[in-house]
């Protein structure tokens, strides 16, 4: 429990402190004119009030990240809420607002565009790619997922392929509705139900930590149990946990994300609350899961409890989606029959919420790039139809490998976001002559996430499974010489 406790108040400091420095850092405007005014278009570019942009904005990143993510990394043991909390705080945060605020600096252009302009054409050409093949991935898991849970509360058909199920009735539901939040102008669908979904997403995360305080805290991790891995499949915690918790700590697909808000605000003031704000909601919800997760299961009779017992959880149910399983039964047995299904309900708004808007921004990526105008429907479908048909063969190919692959690309897209605003920030700072180090707030997390992200290449299954031959010492030197080098090339173009 004090792990947990101090672990949320960290979290807030993080917000009202590191948060209000990171924006001074940037050096708001708040006279300046934004794209919501200045583009108004009624479809992207639509004026909103700031709090509906925060919910909505929240209620975007927040899918199946947070929960999910916070789940499979808490197997890694109480590692966990050290990296929700510090990743947070210096990494996700930063993230977040530097990737919304240089939208709204540069006229509300997407991600690619915004790392393009940054660090050239080809970095462009290559993010355009890994932007669609990560929101691709995203809906994807962000389809499935959702569609597994709904299926434990009103089972209709499903269908065998590749040794599971997949609840094909409801994936054809949930894909109808992204069609049409996906081509509808973002205030008729999206601006008016995602605040009521957001809001419910909290209440009940807020409901799940009222119960785990009052009546399990006895039960749940805490730092002095020790930080070593505490994970049973051989795999290393260095950097296994740090992309399995993708969106609860720092997240490539936020920066998709922001430009959509960042096209709604009309005042740089907004930004603190809007993009910085929101990831430290998420990481409060990530907080709230994984300790849910690492308390819930116990097996007094084999003496198993909190990570042990859910080791023991997963090991009792192979090649299921072990991650909707705990939130099922974790909602189910702390909130009863109706607040389990009303928690559940919370937890499936998210994924769906964000796999719509990862289409659209998707959508939105290829309008850029073949400059095409999105206020005609005709347009609009043009592009997405593509996307819905590589979206729907996805789903049938096994969750738990499409996550994994989803979580790489993810922080991989991170890293260069990061970089791109480690830019923005040095060439700001010499034409305003203001905090001259100001990019080290950006600098810092793009060398660990580098140093991550080429790791698990290396080391992962998916990779080149370094770990299972005993050769991880060589993926962490080969990732620490492509950092080193990437730190000397920003060194030698900084003083040229």
Wanted: net charge positive.
């Amino acid at each position: 429990m004090i792990t947990f406790i101090f672990s949320l108040v960290a979290l807030v400091l993080g917000f009202l402190l590191y948060g209000t420095f990171v924006e001074r850092v940037f050096g708001i405007d708040a006279n300046a004119a934004t794209p919501a005014t200045t583009k108004t278009d009624g479809v992207d570019f639509v004026p909103m009030k700031p709090w509906r942009i925060f919910l909505i904005q929240f209620l975007n990143i927040a899918g199946l990240g947070p929960i999910f993510g916070a789940i499979m990394g808490i197997f890694y043991g109480p590692a966990a809420f050290l990296w929700i909390v510090l990743g947070t705080i210096f990494a996700g945060g930063v993230h977040d607002y530097l990737s919304g605020m240089m939208s709204i600096r540069k006229g509300g252009l997407s991600l690619p565009n915004i790392v393009g302009n940054e660090l050239g054409k080809g970095i462009k050409l290559f993010i355009r790619l890994l932007s669609l093949v990560l929101l691709v991935l995203l809906t994807t898991t962000f389809l499935s997922g959702p569609a597994t849970l709904l299926q434990g509360l009103a089972p209709l058909g499903t269908i065998t392929h590749k040794t599971h199920l997949v609840p094909i009735i409801w994936v054809l539901i949930i894909f109808a509705y992204y069609s049409l939040a996906t081509v509808l102008p973002v205030d008729k669908l999206i601006g008016r139900f995602y605040p009521i979904f957001g809001a419910i997403l909290l209440f009940m995360g807020l409901g799940i930590m009222v119960v785990m305080l009052g009546w399990h805290s006895s039960e749940m991790p805490e730092l002095i149990d020790g930080l070593h891995n505490r994970q049973t499949n051989g795999l290393p915690l260095f950097p296994m946990m740090f992309v399995s918790i993708a969106c609860g700590a720092i997240s490539g697909f936020h920066g998709t994300q922001s430009p959509l808000m960042a096209r709604c605000m009309t005042n740089e003031r907004q930004g603190r609350w809007i993009f910085y704000g929101a990831m430290v909601a998420e990481g409060i919800l990530a907080l709230i899961w994984a300790a849910a997760a690492g308390t819930m299961f116990a097996d007094p009779e084999h003496g198993l409890y909190g990570i042990d017992g859910l080791q023991a959880f997963a090991v009792a149910h192979p090649g299921e989606n072990i991650a909707a399983l705990v939130v099922d039964r974790v909602s189910r047995s702390w909130l009863g029959t109706i607040g389990g299904i009303l928690a559940i309900i919370g937890v499936i708004a998210a994924p769906i919420t964000s796999g719509d808007t990862a289409l659209r921004s998707a959508r939105l990526i290829v309008a850029d790039f073949l400059h095409l105008d999105q206020r005609p429907v005709r347009n609009r479908m043009m592009i997405a139809l593509p996307l819905f048909a590589c979206v729907f063969g996805m789903v049938f190919v096994d969750f738990n490998v499409v996550w994994r692959y989803f979580a790489w690309t993810n922080q991989t897209l991170a890293v260069f976001a990061l970089w791109a605003g480690t830019i923005f920030l040095y060439k700001n700072a010499q034409t305003t002559k203001t905090y001259p180090y100001a990019y080290l707030i950006a600098l810092i997390p793009a060398l660990f996430m580098t140093m991550v992200s080429v790791s698990y290449i290396f080391i992962a299954p998916e990779g080149f499974r370094f770990a299972a031959a005993g050769l991880s010492w060589l993926a962490y030197t080969i990732a620490g010489v492509v950092t080193i080098a990437l730190l000397m090339l920003f060194t030698r173009w900084k003083r040229g």
